[in-house]
């Protein structure tokens, strides 16, 4: 079946302790990418990635990092977790020319105490 | 600025009925919209994609219209159900061209309720 999956569903943690949000997908597209969900504020990109090894900054980089060593996976780094990052995340992937048709993960809901 | 704005936080209506939900944008020349279904706790799901030359686009019970004048979209549910409550994202890429998604910017949705 073609999917995305997040790992974990649930996270709480504590502010500074580092953490990984892994993301994979199965159906070899090039394209992934990390969004936010907060009430009132929609879905904002954090970060994306063309294809292997290039990655780019979306509107809300600050306090993330990600890496892009396989084309199926695109893990999520915080290296310092603060409250402000408690929030909804998603991965989400899309082939190359399909004009940017998303396929999202379940996503996972970070708390961070 | 870019804004993508939809018009209601939170749309009633009753089972039957046509429920009509609206993206307007400013500043920006996308080549394409998306439209998007969110459950609750889950991640969006593409619904239908129209193109700056297409005038509308229909998929079952689901119509899209595009005008790029008003730079307006407009997201049609005929026969509505219960089963169509969930909240309801335009989407646009601004960087377009490629035909490639790079930085695809969201709505902050519609909630659609369809009363029985």
């Known amino acids: 079946e073609a999917q995305v999956t997040q790992n974990p569903r649930y996270l709480i943690t504590v502010t500074g302790k580092k953490l990984t949000v892994t993301c994979s997908q199965n159906m070899n597209h090039e394209y992934m990418s990390w969004y936010r969900q907060d009430p009132g504020l929609g879905l904002r990109q954090i970060y994306y990635s063309m294809n292997v090894e290039v990655t780019d900054k979306g509107d809300v980089p600050e306090g993330y990092k990600v890496s892009r060593k396989e084309k199926r996976n695109f893990p999520l780094i915080l290296e310092s977790p603060s409250p402000n990052q408690t929030s909804l995340y998603f991965c989400?992937?899309?082939?190359?020319?399909?004009?940017?048709?998303?396929?999202f993960g379940s996503g996972t809901q970070l708390s961070v105490l | 600025s870019q804004k993508i704005e939809q018009n209601s936080e939170a749309l009633n209506i009753q089972e039957g009925k046509t429920a009509t939900l609206t993206c307007n944008y400013t500043n920006y020349s996308p080549a394409y919209l998306q439209w998007y279904r969110q459950d609750p706790g889950r991640g969006p799901v593409f619904l239908l994609l129209i193109r700056e030359n297409e005038k509308e686009k229909r998929k079952e019970r689901l119509k899209v219209t595009f005008d790029t004048t008003l730079k307006q979209s407009l997201f049609h549910i005929t026969a509505s159900q219960p089963a169509d409550s969930a909240t309801y994202l335009c989407?646009?890429?601004?960087?377009?061209?490629?035909?490639?998604?790079?930085?695809?910017?969201f709505g902050s949705g519609t909630q659609l309720t369809v009363l029985p």
């Open positions: 989400a992937s899309s082939q190359q020319g399909s004009l940017g048709k998303l396929f």
């Open positions: 989407a646009l890429d601004p960087s377009i061209s490629s035909g490639s998604a790079r930085q695809l910017t």
